[in-house]
């Protein structure tokens, strides 16, 4: 299984960005997507994320700005963020929970990391 993460950038404060995350591989279920940010000198630290068929949790840091979305049959989740701050600035991870067989628990996959930097 592989987690492709797309859509980081440069933005100025105030901008919007969508970043995309598409899982493939050997993919039975997927029972949650999401994303986390680690800043420099910071942990990583959980952004949003979709839990099949339950809730979409956010971080209070980003609620009313982000929104996290699901094309389950491109196996992708998305994360549009608007109203952009320089606290912002991190690499974005996708995260995944996937089931590779009906038999099998779900494990968690992670993707490579996207940087995105909010500077004027």
């Known amino acids: 299984v592989q987690l492709q993460a797309s859509g980081g950038g440069l933005v100025q404060p105030g901008g919007s960005l969508r970043l995309s995350c598409a899982a493939s591989?050997?993919?039975?279920?997927?029972?949650?997507m999401g994303w986390y940010r680690q800043a420099p000198g910071k942990q990583r630290e959980l952004v949003g994320f979709i839990i099949s068929g339950g809730p979409t949790t956010y971080a209070d840091s980003v609620k009313g700005r982000f929104t996290i979305s699901r094309d389950n049959a491109r196996n992708t989740v998305y994360l549009q963020m608007n109203s952009l701050k320089p606290e912002d600035t991190a690499v974005y991870y996708c995260?995944?929970?996937?089931?590779?067989?009906?038999?099998?628990?779900?494990?968690?996959?992670w993707g490579q990391g996207t940087q995105v930097t909010v500077s004027s």
């Open positions: 995260n995944a929970v996937i089931q590779e067989s009906v038999s099998a628990p779900g494990r968690s996959y």
């Open positions: 591989g050997s993919i039975f279920s997927i029972n949650g």
